[in-house]
């Protein structure tokens, strides 16, 4: 089992950058895909990156490609999301979560097995 906690999220001006962390506990961690999810009040949630269990993959939805960048420290249980020129549509609670699936990096939140309580962040125009 792997619990997650993620922190980072807060109030940032339009064009600043914040880093969202996900700490996990547990000594399986590196046997999971850890994603990236955010869900904006009244929206769906949607997948926001995901890296694979080695860190040698990552994955972007089209809308952060370019601006946002996830990356992984296993001898610490971390994953990072660098969040750069940040728009007020980034405005959402994220999520990360673990997916035990460790062939393919997956988009469906109904994949993942472990997610944590989420971090609010809050983009000003």
């Known amino acids: 089992q792997v619990q997650l906690v993620e922190s980072g999220g807060g109030l940032v001006q339009a064009g600043g950058s914040l880093r969202l962390s996900c700490a996990a506990s547990?000594?399986?961690?590196?046997?999971?895909?850890i994603g990236w999810f955010r869900q904006a009040p009244g929206k769906e949630r949607e997948f926001v990156s995901a890296?694979?269990?080695?860190?040698?993959?990552?994955y972007y939805a089209d809308s952060v490609k370019g601006r946002f960048t996830i990356s992984r420290d296993n001898a610490k249980n971390t994953v990072s999301l660098q969040m750069n020129s940040l728009k007020p549509d980034d405005t959402a609670v994220y999520y990360c979560?673990?997916?035990?699936?460790?062939?393919?990096?997956?988009?469906?939140?109904?994949?993942?097995?472990?997610w944590g309580q989420g971090t609010q962040v809050t983009v000003s125009s």
């Open positions: 979560a673990a997916d035990h699936n460790l062939n393919i990096l997956l988009r469906s939140g109904g994949e993942y097995d472990y």
């Open positions: 547990g000594r399986t961690f590196s046997l999971y895909n």
């Open positions: 890296i694979m269990w080695s860190g040698r993959s990552t």
